[in-house]
């Protein structure tokens, strides 16, 4: 049978799982969604710089419309997943923001001062003997004539002073009078949410106009009539400054520089034209599923049936 402290470390191992370690972990999708707003940046740049003629970008229209309808769709559903609020446990977990948010919540009568520090950072709660134990290997190290030397991380002591002053701010309980039961503040959760909400339009429009084949009558007043590339970076922003802060505090960890170090040279190859082959070929695919999506219509019921 688990104890109150055993379920309290699995819990915050759940969180530190859908934080960062699950394949669709939310600093993942960050990385994700970061690497793809620069990269259709980018496409926005280059067809900037096309040349025009008779008012027409010279740029294949077929190869560009798919880009941008598939980098705004993608985008725009990147932020439902992240915002959305769902289990994170369970048969339809996700990894989302919004639902780590709330399972922190949901658990905050046990999230005390001494789980932050202790469980969650998995620092020494009595920073006062991690400092002392410090001050003890210093002089070891200057009676043996080191003046130079590796500190080993479990006499940084500054690491758990850190952590109880945070949690002084998110208890609203002065150093002086902390306890290791102290709760953090609900207006701590209230301020987390407000600022997940404000991305509540784009979770709308997605719902509507994405996720959803929704009527024109259920449509009205619920999509996004103007929504560009400057927003899907600040939406971005808002999301990746709050990540930080939820893995700071309850992962030990954080979002960091969201956008992936690209290993290669992302820009290879774009002086060359994109397709010097036989375009004969390309017409001959697009007409044969043109012709056979042409059959699709003569569909006979019947025969359903005849194979239930």
Wanted: aromatic share 10%.
């Amino acid at each position: 049978m688990k104890t109150k402290e055993s379920s309290m470390l699995d819990r915050i191992a759940e969180w530190k799982r859908v934080f960062e370690a699950e394949e669709n972990a939310i600093t993942k999708a960050l990385n994700q969604m970061a690497w793809d707003i620069a990269a259709y940046s980018c496409v926005v740049e280059m067809v900037r710089q096309a040349p025009t003629v008779c008012g027409e970008k010279q740029l294949n229209v077929l190869i560009m419309d798919m880009l941008a309808s598939g980098f705004w769709a993608g985008t725009m559903q990147g932020i439902r997943r992240l915002v959305e609020v769902e289990p994170i446990r369970g048969p339809r977990s996700v990894c989302s923001l919004g639902s780590l948010i709330a399972d922190i919540r949901a658990s905050r009568g046990k999230l005390t001062r001494l789980v932050y520090v202790r469980d969650i950072a998995e620092l020494n709660y009595n920073y006062r003997s991690t400092h002392a134990a410090y001050d003890k290997f210093a002089t070891e190290q200057l009676q043996q004539g080191k003046r130079s030397y590796w500190v080993p991380t479990k006499y940084h002591y500054e690491l758990a002073v850190k952590r109880h002053e945070e949690f002084d701010w998110l208890s609203g309980v002065s150093a002086g009078a902390s306890r290791p039961d102290d709760l953090i503040r609900i207006e701590v959760f209230d301020m987390l949410e407000s600022r997940l909400g404000r991305l509540s339009s784009v979770i709308e429009h997605v719902n509507v106009d994405i996720a959803h084949a929704a009527t024109e009558a259920s449509r009205q007043g619920r999509i996004l009539e103007r929504w560009g590339l400057a927003d899907a970076k600040q939406a971005l922003r808002e999301i990746a400054e709050i990540a930080q802060v939820v893995g700071s505090w309850f992962c030990y960890s954080g979002a960091g520089t969201v956008l992936p170090f690209a290993e290669f040279d992302q820009f290879a190859h774009l002086d060359s034209p994109l397709f010097q082959g036989d375009r004969a070929k390309l017409q001959e695919i697009w007409t044969d599923f043109d012709r056979e999506a042409q059959s699709w219509h003569l569909v006979d019921p019947t025969e359903w049936m005849q194979s239930q």
